[in-house]
């Protein structure tokens, strides 16, 4: 009997143990490569791709950020990081043309106008990239299972920005057309010269001329934030895995959308970017 209490004795402290390690084992960090994984609700804009010819449901589901991550422990069993990365997703297509005579001049084929289909080489490709950048700070409470294995829980707190590039190119471009100037000539001192018939003479309008392709984009800045829980093991001396789970949330604000970066767009919808994360770190460290 003395001997089964003994034995069971010993067990309990060695369990025990492993579940309350001294708080100094909770000094150092780490750093290593993280992609997440996002399975966004929603695209914001992917619904208008369809009036372009292009199939939202073709963009990279779910939705990849490659970046790295640190942690390091600031004290008792809290610890404090980092998170930054970029992830982009791309559709295209080359679409069919029908050539009509718009005699009516309302954009619409209509009956009894003549049509053809159009075969030459010159069918523009239109492609929608859409684009994810975060940046962000993370602080989170360490609870040790065992000796090499932690459970953890907190929350990525910072900025993202959110890009929706469209790019339509009807011919090739060329190097030394690219850097051409589209609305006229320019001369040495700055002045723009630009020609029009003379019909537009009294009241010109300035438009750019033929151009092999057009860049939009329309891109906003929000705050990020995404709860989660991680697991941490340490299979090595100096090097370990790390899993996350959480959800993310970040929401762009009605009116913060910009085209080409400058030019806001004040009529722009309020867009969320929610869904369930997933998060791997192979890292370098304690």
């Known amino acids: 009997m003395k001997n089964i209490i003994l034995f069971s004795a010993l067990n309990l402290s060695i369990l025990f143990g492993q579940f309350s390690y001294p708080a100094e084992d909770f000094l150092g960090g780490g750093i290593g490569y993280s992609p997440m994984y996002i399975k966004l609700d929603s695209i914001p804009g992917a619904s208008y791709l369809t009036n372009l010819g292009l199939n939202p449901e073709e963009f ?6 490659h970046g ?24 295209s297509t080359i679409p069919e043309i ?10 619409t084929l209509d009956v009894g106008e003549p049509f053809k289909p159009y075969t030459e080489d010159f069918n523009p490709s239109i ?62 001192t700055g002045t723009l010269y630009y020609g029009v018939d003379a019909a537009d003479y009294d009241d010109p309008k300035i438009l750019p001329g033929m151009v092999p392709g057009l860049l939009r984009d329309v891109s ?37 959308w910009k085209l080409n970066g400058r030019t806001t767009i004040d009529d722009s919808p309020t867009s969320a970017l929610s869904g369930v994360s997933f998060r791997t770190m192979l890292y370098i460290g304690l």
């Open 220 to 256: 906003a800045a929000f705050f990020n934030f995404q709860p989660y829980v991680a697991v941490k093991w340490q299979f090595l001396e100096r090097l370990g895995l790390r899993i996350s789970v959480g959800f993310n949330k970040g929401t762009v604000n009605a009116g913060s």
């Open 127 to 188: 492609k929608a990239k859409f684009s994810f950048l975060l940046g962000a700070a993370s602080v989170e409470y360490v609870m040790p299972l065992l000796q090499d294995l932690e459970l953890s829980a907190g929350a990525l707190m910072g900025l993202g920005r959110v890009s929706m590039a469209l790019d339509q190119q009807s011919g090739n471009p060329r190097w030394n057309k690219v850097f051409t100037n589209v609305y006229g000539t320019m001369d040495s």
């Open 68 to 91: 790295g991550e640190g942690f390091a422990h600031v004290t008792g069993r809290w610890r404090i990081g980092g998170y930054a990365g970029m992830g982009a997703t791309t559709i």
């Open 60 to 65: 990279d589901d779910p939705f990849v950020i």
């Open 98 to 107: 029908i050539v009509f005579s718009d005699t009516d001049d309302d954009d």
